[in-house]
């Protein structure tokens, strides 16, 4: 009998985690490209159910930017802290026995995508409507959740998901968990462009672009960006 797809995500080996330079706040220090200075980098943090579909998605339609597949939560879950120091695995991730979701992070230089459009496109290819849940993946580690990175983020996130709830996702509330970034591990190597690796691999259904009409913005937003189908 076949392994259903979701539990043969579980049934791999494991490998320790690795822990990447924490992004608290608007500090940004993943490299994007060798012609973006650090300084005008930015971080965005996004979880929306396995963390492979959700990359794969972003790196299709920005392949200009550098992604990181890892574990995190809310500031509050996970401080960044000298005592918070132990990397959560995939196995523990996995058996949700860390607070930690799998998330993306996303280097970028604003000057050339902003992060509207970033917020606008994630709420684009993942279902924000189902509690704790995207596809068959189920529990609290597959959460729709943004991770902000400072008060510009925030204001952002908000207005997007607000706006978002009344044009887009009419037929359910949006649950997705808005809350400032945590703690940022890096999670095991062969999860980094894992389906450019494994063309074949678990995809979850959730994950695919809907065709939302343009959303609408503040009318001193100049960052909003087109709406786009492309994947």
């Known amino acids: 009998m076949t392994t259903p797809a979701f539990l043969s995500r579980l049934l791999r080996p494991f490998t320790t985690s690795a822990q990447m330079s924490v992004v608290p706040s608007t500090t940004a220090t993943t490299t994007q490209s060798a012609n973006t200075p650090p300084s005008t980098r930015e971080h965005a943090t996004f979880a929306g159910g396995c963390f492979w579909g959700v990359e794969h998605a972003f790196q299709k339609r920005f392949p200009q930017l550098q992604t990181r597949v890892g574990y995190t939560s ?19 991730v996995c058996a949700a026995r860390t607070p930690h979701t799998e998330a993306v992070q996303i280097a970028f230089d604003p000057a050339a995508t902003s992060y509207r459009e970033l917020v606008e496109f994630f709420f684009r290819m993942h ?8 596809g068959a993946d189920s529990g609290a580690q597959y959460r729709s959740a943004v991770f902000w990175h400072g008060d510009a983020q925030e204001a952002v996130v908000r207005d997007v998901v607000e706006r978002a709830g009344k044009e887009w996702w009419t037929g359910g509330k949006i649950v997705t968990e808005l809350a400032p970034a945590g703690k940022w591990w890096d999670a095991e190597e062969y999860h980094q462009q894992y389906l450019d690796k494994n063309p074949g ?15 609408s913005k503040p009318e001193s937003d100049d960052d909003a960006a087109p709406p786009s189908n492309k994947i």
Do not use: K, M, V, W
């Open 201 to 215: 691999g678990y995809e979850c259904p959730s994950h695919y672009i809907r065709s939302f009409p343009a959303l």
């Open 127 to 134: 279902d924000p409507t189902t509690r704790n849940r995207q």
């Open 74 to 92: 809310s500031s509050s879950q996970n401080p960044d802290t000298p005592s918070n120091r132990a990397a959560p695995t995939y196995q523990q």
